[in-house]
């Protein structure tokens, strides 16, 4: 095998040790204090359970978190932490705040989501693989279909033993992937006969036709996870080598992990003497029950790893009256739920909590966004402290919304719309976007952009290798001054066309050396494609230049940064907002929730704790209180939430 080397290609520089500040004396950064419980967890030296509720500061703790292990030398240099969370906006959001409280040691702070960090593995490390596993030829990502697997399964049946036939038809195909083909560990050889047992058999039909078939093999992030862990297994040194480079791991979101996820966590930093692991979540908001996330996956970890548990308690995000509405939620999914505590300073003058009817949709849209430019108006706060949040179809909200608003010269974003390969939220929340949008709009905008400069700056440090090297950072700001000053010129000879947009970025790419850029992004998220980013990013500038205007109005419409956001329940995850419309309490938004109350609860639970002030529920049928969601209705008349019906 081939001298393993877990660590980014970048170029660490050891500290100055005048810096480590003793453990006694280090205060949190940018904040004014931990709550109790969160000073506890975070000094302790073994693994930790974070049980962090909506509001909670998880992102913020696992970022006071890093800073003290990394300015303290409790994870000495060269040694890294790294952090992984399930989403890439998740991600990012952690890498910029700990990049923002200790740049001095940011270079050492890995954070990337479990599936860059596992492709990322297979990538690099696939001659690790035993023999009977590894291909000559590249795989594909193929993500199976509901109906694939159920064929795939009724043609399995039809040719595997007759003993076997019925209990393989009997399969659930929506389960079969994430808890089956996730939850069977790979073995080192492969099947040399037949399994007798038939979920073993039909585990291995599908890694025949998939995997080992002739030529390029089909993979999905379950396989890619099971092929990982597989790896390390089978390479004691590749394990080692992970558990010395990272002596301590962050797992945000935990009850989202699935079994090949926790199979991987426990395979490569557990059984004893690997690196201390901290894992944050809220089994209340556990949402991806259809994904295949573990039930009790928090619980199952403190017992696994041995970890104490800490409850937070304090909410930094919602008033008084809405953590006492979180709670009567919160009580039907854990009966021994405690009440949070509201950090957070009530507004007055408004409900808290409403619910408005309506008789159609058309009425919905008009009424809210009039009301929105009011409040606006009245209030002095902007487009992007409300948004428009349901539990699914989003798209189906959008003209309607799009429309009304625009009437006010207000703009609508929908974070949950495909931009080449990537959703619009996770585009925007990409380094590799941050970098090129930041530049574009400093060459557009020269002045008044302090904080695009930060961030662009920081950005451009961390594909240099520049940090802790005053020489270095010099030359960093002397870069970024002759790129922005050479895009201007550019932009200035070239105004914007369906042409020349991607004109543009082809243009910047070669200012700021596009293999650099590449060989950042796979350093920091292991298993992304900046290609897929460029396309999307390039699919995303030629739409909004259609509508015209200049540079700088192209670009702010890229980032739509002041517009009313509408998105899922589920991509809401992490965020929060003044002003929360939670549209569509009906049957037809909630069509699933008779099949699993407890995962469409914990829904619920998720979209209406991304209020910080107001939190306005919308139907626009009569029927909602008798029918499949009357359990939803119930929790609301328990919180005292009043109703309005617009006519």
């Known amino acids: 095998m081939t001298h393993v080397n877990v660590s980014p290609a970048q170029h660490l520089r050891a500290p100055n040790s005048s810096r480590l500040v003793p453990t006694a004396d280090w205060r949190p950064i940018e904040i004014d204090d931990l709550e109790p419980t969160a000073w506890d967890a975070l000094r302790d030296c073994g693994n930790v359970a974070v049980v962090a509720g909506p509001g909670a500061g998880k992102t913020e703790f696992l970022a006071q978190r890093a800073a003290y292990l990394l300015q303290t030398g409790i994870c000495p240099w060269p040694h890294r932490i790294l952090a992984i969370s399930f989403k890439r906006d998740a991600a990012a959001n952690l890498r910029r705040r700990v990049t923002t409280r200790v740049p001095d040691h940011a270079e050492r702070f890995v954070s990337m989501t479990f599936d860059a960090f596992t492709k990322g593995l297979l990538d690099r490390f696939s001659p690790a693989l035993p023999a009977d596993w590894r291909k000559k030829e590249d795989y594909e990502i193929r993500y199976a279909t509901d109906s694939d697997v159920s064929r795939f399964l009724n043609d399995t049946a039809t040719v595997a033993p007759v003993a076997l036939r019925y209990h393989i038809a009997a399969l659930q195909s929506a389960k079969f992937l994430a808890n089956i083909v996730g939850g069977h560990e790979l073995p080192k050889s492969a099947w040399a006969e037949d399994p007798a047992d038939p979920v073993e058999y039909a585990v291995r039909a599908w890694w025949s036709a998939r995997y080992l078939r002739e030529g390029s093999a089909y993979v999905d992030f379950v396989m890619i996870n099971r092929l990982s862990e597989l790896i390390v297994r089978s390479a004691p040194q590749l394990r080692r080598a992970l558990r010395v480079t990272y002596p301590f791991v962050f797992i945000d979101e935990f009850q989202d992990t699935t079994s090949a996820q926790f199979s991987f966590v426990e395979s490569v930093f557990g059984n004893g003497n690997g690196p201390t692991v901290t894992a944050v979540g809220d089994s209340k908001q556990r949402i991806m029950g259809w994904a295949g996330a573990l039930p009790r996956a928090v619980e199952r970890f403190t017992t696994t790893f041995a970890a104490t548990s800490y409850p937070l308690a304090w909410n930094f995000r919602s008033s008084d009256e809405l953590v006492q509405l979180q709670h009567v939620v919160a009580s039907a999914l854990d009966t021994q739920s405690l009440p949070a505590i509201s950090k957070a300073i009530a507004e007055v003058g408004h409900d808290p909590a409403v619910i408005w009817q309506f008789p159609n949709a058309s009425r919905e849209a008009t009424f809210i966004a009039d009301w929105i430019a009011r409040d606006i108006a009245a209030s002095g706060r902007v487009p992007a402290d409300f948004a428009l949040l349901a539990r699914q179809k989003i798209a189906e909200f959008e003209p309607l919304f799009r429309a009304g608003l625009a009437l006010h010269g207000i703009g609508v974003r929908n974070d949950d719309e495909a931009v080449g390969k990537m959703r619009l939220q996770d585009l925007l929340k990409h380094d590799a976007t941050r970098l090129l949008l930041g530049l ?75 293999e650099a850029l590449h060989r950042y992004v796979k350093a920091v998220t292991p298993g992304e494609e900046l290609d897929v980013v460029i396309d999307a990013f390039n699919a995303r500038i030629a739409n909004v230049a259609e509508a015209g205007g200049l540079w700088a109005e192209v670009f702010e419409r890229f980032e739509a940064s002041q517009a009313v956001v509408l998105l899922t329940a589920h991509r809401s995850k992490s965020l929060e907002y003044h002003t929360v419309f939670f549209l569509g309490l009906d049957d037809q938004q909630w069509w699933s929730h008779e099949r699993n109350r407890s995962e469409s609860i914990s829904t619920f639970f998720v979209g209406l704790s991304r209020a910080a002030h107001r939190l306005i529920f919308t139907t626009t049928t009569t029927l909602a209180r008798t029918g499949k969601i009357a359990d939803l209705f119930k929790m609301l008349d328990a919180a005292g939430v009043p109703e309005i019906v617009h006519k």
């Not at 574009?440 to 400069?453: C, I, K, N, S």
């Not at 700056?457 to 270095?472: E, N, Q, V």
């Not at 914007?496 to 947009?501: A, E, F, Q, W, Y």
Request: proline share 4%.
């Open 440 to 514: 574009f709009r400093l060459a557009a905008e020269p002045r008044g952009l302090a904080t695009v400069w930060r961030e662009v700056s920081a950005i451009l440090t961390r594909i240099d290798g520049a940090m802790d090297d005053d020489l270095a950072l010099r030359q960093v700001g002397e870069k970024l001054a002759e790129i922005t000053n050479s895009l201007r010129s550019w932009l200035k000879l070239n105004p914007p066309t369906k042409d020349s947009v991607e004109e543009a970025v082809c243009y910047l790419l070669d200012l700021i050396d596009r």
